[in-house]
């Protein structure tokens, strides 16, 4: 059966410094993989998705980045962080070529500082 | 711009009642319309998925509708508990795959 995982589950973080969120999928192949982010009282957001290795689409323009150096993983990064940058962030797969049902993680908590 | 509105934004019910949770999107070019559910701080967990050519899928107390041409989802849940409890969100899929997602229903289900 597939799983993902999301690391770290909570992350503490000051004002400017930089981030790396990693999310890996298990048990299967080629999956599209997502990066949302659900702020406080606000909905989910879409930042990033990738429908394969190296192929990244952004939705919103922010400080924030993503990277697919492998096939099952996703990263979401950034140089410098904002206070307006916490917030949930949320993982999710879907198969590709199917009914793209998602499937999401854990999520990572982030708070900065 | 598809919009997902959620109604009502918070809801109360005795352990025992059946209830419905109302869905509305502002585009009918959808792919599908997905239900999650989502406990606090947790991740989400999907309930059930329907395609834009079909009306409703059901899994055990569960049952979701869908009206495309009204633009209007329903989650039906039969026989609360409290442990159905949770916050319930609808996201359609538009037509390049991306999912938009309503503000949630968060329910109570007292003992």
């Known amino acids: 059966s597939q799983t993902i995982h999301q690391w770290p589950a909570t992350l503490v973080q000051p004002v400017g410094s930089p981030l790396s969120l990693e999310c890996t999928v298990e048990g299967t192949s080629n999956p599209n993989l997502y990066w949302y982010r659900q702020a406080a009282g606000r909905g989910l957001q879409l930042l990033f998705y990738s429908v394969g290795i190296g192929q990244i689409s952004s939705e919103v323009p922010q400080n924030l980045s993503a990277s697919r150096p492998q096939d099952r993983q996703f990263i979401l990064s950034s140089k410098k962080l904002l206070l307006s940058d916490s917030g949930f962030y949320l993982c999710a797969w879907s198969v590709s070529g199917g009914l793209n049902e998602q499937y999401f993680g854990p999520g990572t908590r982030l708070t900065v500082t | 711009k598809q919009e997902v509105t959620q109604i009502p934004a918070a809801l109360s019910v005795p352990e025992g009642e059946n209830l419905v949770l109302n869905c509305s999107f502002t585009d009918s070019a959808i792919y599908n319309l997905q239900w999650f559910r989502q406990d606090p701080g947790k991740g989400l967990t999907s309930l059930l998925l329907?395609?834009?050519?079909?009306r409703e899928q059901t899994s055990g107390r569960l049952n979701a509708s869908l009206d495309k041409s009204s633009g209007r989802s329903t989650l039906y849940i039969a026989a609360s508990q409290p442990g159905d409890s949770a916050t319930y969100l609808c996201?359609?899929?538009?037509?390049?795959?991306?999912?938009?997602f309503g503000s949630g229903t968060r329910l109570l289900v007292r003992p």
């Open positions: 329907i395609q834009s050519s079909q």
């Open positions: 996201a359609v899929m538009d037509s390049s795959y991306k999912l938009i």
